[in-house]
């Protein structure tokens, strides 16, 4: 069983590594990953975090919080709720080696996907590809 996120340490506390500053011409991305790498993981936002998880940035920590929200606000949806699509995209679209070293996180998932009812047709590919991606019986 994974141990627990320490959401008021950064990703840098959490991996015991400081990234330099970025190059004074970086893009506005690099520039916020690396932001965002100093904040305690536990005041990111479902978009901070897609944002760090697209860029597959600091996945052991990060996926398992996503994962949560995802968790959390699927019975929403399927009550006609909103539901985060980029966070969704975010995380069903990491490779799938990924999810071999988190696979407590990939069955939290896979509970939350199965109670979604009504995904744009851009996520719902890639759900499909994620279900697909798992090993059977899991």
Do not use: C, N
């Not at 690396?34 to 860029?55: K, M, N, S, Y």
């Not at 398992?64 to 959390?72: G, K, M």
């Not at 969704?88 to 939350?112: F, I, M, N």
Request: net charge negative; aromatic share 6%; glycine share 6%.
């Amino acid at each position: 069983m994974p141990q627990p996120v320490d959401r008021s340490q950064s990703l840098e506390q959490l991996e015991g590594r400081r990234w330099p500053d970025p190059p004074q011409d970086a893009t506005s991305m690099v520039k916020a990953v690396h932001e965002l790498r100093r904040r305690p993981v536990g005041t990111l936002e479902a978009d901070e975090l897609a944002r760090l998880i697209t860029q597959d940035v600091g996945l052991p920590w990060l996926l398992p919080l996503a994962v949560e929200i995802l968790r959390d606000t699927a019975p929403g949806q399927a009550a006609g709720g909103w539901y985060d699509d980029d966070l969704l995209y975010a995380v069903v679209t990491r490779k799938p080696e990924v999810w071999g070293d988190h696979p407590e996180s990939a069955r939290e998932l896979k509970e939350a996907l199965d109670m979604l009812t009504d995904l744009s047709r851009y996520v719902k590919e890639e759900v499909d590809g994620f279900l697909a991606s798992l090993p059977k019986g899991m």
